[in-house]
């Protein structure tokens, strides 16, 4: 079975600082890749898709994520980020080789950013 | 638009009592599931349903039931409630071809004295 790996577990930022979130999956085949956000008190959101195409994909509120085939990974990154980017953030993936297109979420990163 | 409407946002039970928690979505979504999220744990598949009349068993399937007669609902079960099942459980739904995004409920933070 698929299974993903979010390789920081807590991240404390200044302001400015600049982000990036490890998330690597087990194998390859076709994938639809994905990391969301949550926000204190509240439900996952989606921050940006991966599906197929240019493997930079940029998201909402300016973050990106690269994906690399070879290396099974998506990282997220942002140049710069904000005390408002404080939350919760999940890489998931959707592998559609195995025909069953069931998520699998990484555990979770939850970044804690400083004014 | 509602989305994924879920609910209670709150409960409290107490052991041994069993409650259903409501989750409907409005898009037509093939696809629901349930998770529960716990500190340092992320989320965890309880249950998930790829059409009405389908369901199947996630990661953490003991202590609760799902049912599946309509596209739009997927309530879970939870049979005599235990302080393991202390939890935050969010209700998603996605269309099940092509493995598209999840769309998530706004979630109901259970705790069971």
């Known amino acids: 079975a698929q299974s993903v790996s979010q390789h920081n577990h807590h991240v404390i930022l200044s302001e400015a600082a600049s982000l990036e979130l490890g998330c690597n999956y087990s194998?390859?085949?076709?994938?639809?890749l994905f990391w969301y956000v949550q926000y204190p008190g509240q439900h996952l959101q989606l921050l940006l898709k991966y599906f197929s195409g240019d493997p930079l994909v940029k998201g909402i509120k300016g973050f990106e994520a690269e994906f690399i085939k070879s290396k099974f990974s998506f990282n997220l990154r942002k140049p710069s980020v904000q005390w408002s980017d404080t939350a919760e953030y999940f890489c998931a993936v959707n592998d559609l080789s195995g025909g069953s297109y069931i998520p699998t979420f990484g555990r979770g990163t939850s970044l804690i950013v400083h004014p | 638009n509602a989305g994924v409407t879920q609910t209670p946002k709150f409960q409290v039970l107490k052991t041994g009592q069993s409650m259903t928690l409501q989750c409907a979505q409005d898009?037509?979504?093939?696809?629901m599931s349930w998770y529960r999220q716990d500190p340092g744990m992320g989320l965890r598949l309880i249950h998930y349903?790829?059409?009405?009349?389908?369901?199947d068993q996630g990661e953490v399937p003991n202590g609760y039931n799902v049912s599946r007669s309509t596209t739009e609902d997927f309530p879970l079960r939870l049979l005599s409630a235990a302080p393991s099942q202390t939890s935050v459980y969010f209700c998603?739904?996605?269309?099940?071809?092509?493995?598209?995004?999840?769309?998530f409920g706004q979630g109901t933070r259970l705790t069971v004295v």
């Open positions: 349903s790829v059409g009405a009349g389908i369901t």
């Open positions: 898009m037509n979504h093939e696809y």
């Open positions: 194998y390859g085949g076709t994938v639809n």
């Open positions: 998603a739904s996605s269309y099940y071809r092509g493995g598209t995004e999840a769309f």
